[in-house]
């Protein structure tokens, strides 16, 4: 134990250098921090965009919430009185005996409508809070602009990289708002009109029911793929933001407090003010465009 310690013990070279080490891990970290920061501070809706945001909703409370709640009802009710029925078999263990096929078509869908009138419900109520906060709602369409974190250096003490998952631990809070806010446009077709989704909003898997035969794409399917896309854009933005991050060193101002929180502020030259709408271009061209279209339907509803 004494040997190991002894071979754990940081020599003055390589305390000099795990510093230098963490100090560049740390003011990478800041930089990130200080792009998603601006990012979310220039993506944030005004009023115009909350007010037509909430006039949007409005219209998804009154009227599609109640029509598709209505639609999933009556579908499993059909369902459920003539299709189910046909999907009793006899059961193998007992004779006499009969027990519902889950694998059947008719089980299948009214499951599916049965979960899908939960689910309208269940965005009704989100709504109806988001009402409630006009000035603070669940903005859906906030653009995604977290970046991947750089690995961090392995601590001086260890004699391997047993702690990095410990240390790397945390929670996704910004990938899970994401898919959440896609699963809801792809629910409703007044919010996915607004930033063109609606093809999702219409997708006959949801609206029917989950058809194998017809080769419609799963739910299960579905989140996979809008978390491959997730994953892929913010590599996407992770690289453009150590390409900058290498060709422009000086854009950044770096402050470290009493406490060793380490903070950094963006440095935009002078002559140089669109530098920020070129860096977050990527992010939030679709905001961009749904605030756009927000204001020209909050003068339209106030021309009414």
Not at 209 to 236: H, I, M, Q, T, V
């Amino acid at each position: 134990d004494l040997f190991l310690a002894f071979l754990s013990f940081p020599t003055m070279g390589n305390q000099a250098s795990s510093a230098a080490t963490w100090q560049k891990y740390h003011e990478d970290v800041a930089a990130q921090e200080a792009e998603e920061e601006r990012a979310r501070a220039a993506a944030a809706p005004g009023p115009c965009t909350l007010a037509a945001y909430g006039a949007v909703q409005c219209v998804g409370c009154v009227v599609e919430v109640p029509l598709r709640t209505a639609w999933h009802a009556g579908c499993f009710s059909l369902a459920a009185c003539c299709c189910v029925p046909c999907s009793l078999v006899r059961d193998p263990t007992n004779a006499g005996a009969c027990i519902l096929d889950k694998d059947s078509v008719g089980v299948r869908v009214a499951s599916h409508h049965f979960q899908y009138v939960t689910t309208y419900t269940d965005l009704g109520r989100f709504i109806c809070m988001n009402l409630r906060r006009p000035c603070d709602p669940i903005y859906v369409y906030m653009p995604e602009v977290s970046l991947q974190r750089p690995p961090r250096p392995p601590s001086s003490g260890c004699l391997t990289d047993c702690c990095a998952s410990i240390c790397q631990a945390s929670c996704d809070c910004e990938r899970a708002h994401a898919i959440a806010s896609r699963f809801v446009k792809a629910h409703l077709t007044c919010l996915a009109l607004w930033d063109g989704t609606c093809e999702e909003s219409c997708h006959p898997g949801t609206c029917i029911g989950p058809l194998d035969e017809c080769g419609w794409e799963k739910s299960e399917d579905r989140f996979e793929r809008w978390n491959d896309s997730y994953s892929k854009d913010k590599a996407e933005r992770t690289a453009k933001f150590w390409e900058q991050r290498k060709c422009e060193p000086g854009r950044y101002s770096f402050c470290r407090s009493a406490s060793g929180t380490y903070s950094a502020a963006i440095v935009t030259p002078a002559g140089d003010a669109d530098d920020a709408d070129l860096f977050l271009a990527p992010w939030a061209a679709g905001c961009v465009g749904a605030a756009g279209g927000a204001c020209a339907g909050a003068a339209a509803l106030a021309a009414l």
